[in-house]
């Protein structure tokens, strides 16, 4: 059985979401294996428009099995939101895996503190991590003993008040209302929270097909993105086995690249554009975050970090979204090197070279059609095609699937 992984090649935002809801067709279970309600993933149903923070994609479509894996932080408030938001909807089943770690409320609160150097999304998700990386965090599991439970929240809040007062100077929590949200939290949650790496170990033997679901992208992994403005999970491959438990032994891992770069919070991005272009794109784009609504930052595409994206998750193919947004440029750029002092190099030679490069850029011919109504990649125009052959042959990784507008089937696969 093969199974395939949906992963951002860069700085998240790539337009997973719509991949995702093609590839899940063919897939039995969905798993999200890192990040938490960070994530902004739009599915578009029958003409109506979903965005996900958490829920896996497939929640939609009943008959699937959706999976939030060990490596995700839960907000479990948020959680229990998103799920009452689709009363009424027909849903697939959901399990959360008893070793997920909370977001916790003092979470929140110290990340709309600190996170303002690196510009993170305040949903409490580096904080959430940083607790489970110190051993000091809460499993969602632990909310099935909820006597243990309080007495631990007792002592942890005790300790999140003190730095809350006397470091940052800001008001205390509330223990007593803290463990009645968490009851509430604990009896809706009871039936969903499992051992999901046993399950999903079970599902693999009995052949099931199972997406995993990556949310932000390689360049913002805490391991191999641009540190320290990342986020604090491991989106790209590695943290799908980390984060599930199993060890799948044919997983065919989709890089999802947009046909231009797009970064939202802070941190370097070698092709930024500043200037007209760049609201251009951001405009045509509707390139404004799914979580925040922040402005993002927009850019020509950059082959050295994306040959360095495809290095680290081995890419098996593409999906290339959003070409229809270059439409109507009369010239399309892609950096092809980068240039540190007197040296040129067409890969990454170091990571620190992400904010001190100067990109060297290719100019490619634009294509002034409108390219929606194709179906085959042959109906594209010839620039349009050439743009797409220069990055297959730049990176050697084939371009498997094409977005050329935002509905369902505005789609061509190869
Ligand atoms: P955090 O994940 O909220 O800690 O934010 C860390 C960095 O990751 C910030 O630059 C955020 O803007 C960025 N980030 C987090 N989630 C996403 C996402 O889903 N898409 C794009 N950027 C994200």
Known sequence: MEHVAVIGSS????????????????SDIIVRYQGGNNAGHTIVVEGRKFVFHLLPSGILQPGKLNVIGNGV???PGLLLEELAALKGEKLGALKVSEYATMIMPWHRVLDGIEGGKVGTTGRGIGPAYESKINRLGFKIGELLDFETFSKKLAER???????LQNKYKTSQLNLKEMIEQFRGYANALAPMITNTSLLLAKAMRDGKRIMFEGAQGTLLDVDYGSYPFVTSSNPSIGGLYTGTGIRP?????IGIVKAYATRVGNGPFPTELKEEIGKHLQDKGHEFGAT???????????LVLLKYSTDVNGFDGFALTKLDVLSGLP???????YKVGNKTSENLLSMYDMERAEPVFKELPGWSEDISKCRKFEELPKNCRDYVTFIEKTT??????IGIGPGREELIVR
């Open 396 to 401: 050697g990784v084939p371009v498997k699937y």
């Open 157 to 163: 809040l005790e300790e999140a008040n003190w730095l």
């Open 11 to 26: 700085w998240g935002d790539e337009g997973k979401g719509k991949i995702v809801d093609y590839l899940c067709r063919d």
């Open 292 to 302: 925040t609504g922040r402005p993002r930052r927009c850019g020509w595409l950059d």
């Open 331 to 337: 010239k399309v750029n892609v950096a092809v090197g």
């Open 73 to 75: 932080v839960v907000d």
């Open 249 to 253: 032994r044919n997983v065919k891992a």
